[in-house]
């Protein structure tokens, strides 16, 4: 047998050992291994997640442009939401690797619980403001009276249901900080099979099913995430991963909360800087029509998916550095993330070459109105140039985060975001008449940025010293 095929026969191997779930210890051994076995699930997870977006664009897309364009101002409200998934998310992912890399699997658990106790109090308050001001949310948002009037219940029903997204989120951040990738992933599966399934039935009606419109893409997602939120608890239960929930762990746990609070909240500061700026980006492009405003919208689904790999790779790298400083490894943990970086590069590379080649064909793949299609693509070629900066910003991050530094990525995020990209995007999209290109070029601006800053703060190694 050649050398390529020893090759191809062990990364083979590794694929099978990395989705089926094998436990594995990733504080030893080669770390090219554990970056793979690490990255392959969660990137596989992550495509899930972005399938949900692309699947929502494809049904939705053929009701007008006003109906891409309603699902693209409520995912720019969603994503506060995210924000505050995510900022969790990555405390729990920090201090369930930490405690992993400890061998403390009963401080992981308690950890876990407290994690979903706080979700869930979040998830209610926004439930009900989504629930009952649909229309002034749109409205704040810059929609014209003819998009709420046709499109605020999708907002309803997503912002309603939004503790399908907080749990959905969380949980899975449990897994990942675990080593458990492959569960977060097989999860997803579950959810993205059964919205494929349901949104053309519930957006196009079936039998005893109405058509319900643009709303019937917001259920769709719901019940699926829904059903994933589910599947996800049966197995903490039933403790078919490395972490269990016992009766006895479903209690609060003051001193456990308050640490993940305090690590959390610098991850939610630094998300919803970014998306409040997304937001305010959003609001800019209203201002052009909703024909620009759908092609923006299907290019930045577009764009994710294709940054969901790499934000895949970019949790493996924070799930090794968490276990790597927990098992007394700070070298191990800094190696592991200038490899992953590497890896992340050659990726992000290939994407946006393909993305600067094939950018019209791709967005008429979901629209043919010639001005949705011009600004989609336009927006896809200038965002995905600064990709292979994104690559290395993406992970840097998530690396302190992974060690529990939350507070540098959150200045990081302030003045890369707020006090560069939102001031640059007004000033040339609306005061030097640069129309949205002014917001294209304030994104990857402001991108490549963070990833210049991010480097030389990693280096300094402040992080090693981070107590969770």
Request: net charge positive; with cysteine.
């Amino acid at each position: 047998m050649t050398q390529n095929n020893l090759t191809l026969t062990k990364l083979f191997s590794y694929f099978k050992i990395a989705v089926t779930g094998k436990e594995q210890d990733f504080t030893s051994g080669s770390i090219r291994k554990a970056i793979f076995m690490l990255s392959i699930p969660m990137i596989l997870e992550m495509m899930m997640e972005s399938i949900f977006a692309l699947a929502d664009a494809y049904f939705v897309s053929s009701l007008g442009s006003n109906a891409i364009a309603t699902v693209g101002l409520t995912e720019s409200v969603l994503t506060l939401i995210y924000a505050i998934a995510i900022g969790l998310s990555m405390g729990v992912t920090a201090i369930v690797a930490r405690r992993v890399g400890e061998k403390d699997i009963n401080g992981a658990s308690q950890a876990a619980v407290q994690a979903i106790f706080l979700g869930i109090s979040i998830a209610m308050i926004i439930s009900a403001l989504g629930f009952f001001f649909p229309k002034e949310i749109l409205t704040l948002m810059g929609a014209a009276p003819d998009l709420i009037a046709d499109g605020y219940r999708y907002t309803q029903v997503l912002l309603g249901g939004n503790m399908t997204i907080m749990l959905l989120f969380l949980i899975n951040a449990i897994f990942r900080g675990a080593g458990d990738a492959s569960v977060a992933m097989k999860v997803l599966i579950v959810s993205n099979v059964l919205n494929i399934i349901l949104d053309p039935l519930f957006i196009f009606g079936f039998g005893p099913i109405p058509a319900f419109g643009v709303q019937g893409a917001a259920i769709a997602t719901t019940i699926g995430r829904g059903t994933a939120v589910i599947l996800q608890l049966v197995i903490l239960f039933y403790g078919w991963s490395k972490i269990k929930i016992a009766l006895k762990d479903i209690t609060l746990r003051v001193a456990v909360m308050i640490n993940l609070i305090k690590v959390s909240l610098g991850g939610i500061g630094q998300f919803i800087i970014g998306t409040s700026s997304w937001v305010f980006l959003m609001r800019i492009m209203a201002e052009f029509g909703s024909e620009v405003l759908a092609g923006y919208t299907i290019a930045i689904r577009v764009l994710m998916f294709t940054l969901m790999p790499s934000w895949g790779m970019s949790n493996a790298a924070a799930t090794l550095v968490g276990q790597n400083l927990g098992a007394g490894k700070p070298d191990r943990a800094e190696q592991s993330v200038w490899k992953t970086g590497k890896y992340n590069a050659y990726f992000m590379l290939v994407v946006s070459v393909l993305y600067l080649i094939f950018a019209e064909v791709i967005i008429k793949v979901f629209s043919d109105e010639p001005e949705v299609v011009t600004y989609g693509a336009l927006s896809l070629r200038v965002i995905a140039a600064g990709y292979v900066f994104y690559a290395y910003g993406m992970v840097i991050i998530q690396s302190f985060n992974g060690a529990g530094d939350t507070k540098t990525p959150t200045v990081i995020n302030f003045f890369c975001f707020w006090i560069f990209q939102l001031p640059f995007a007004y000033l040339a999209a609306i005061v030097f008449d640069w129309g949205a290109m002014g917001v294209f070029v304030a994104i990857t601006l402001a991108e490549v940025l963070i990833a210049a800053i991010g480097i030389i703060w990693f280096r300094k190694g402040n992080w090693k010293e981070v107590k969770v």
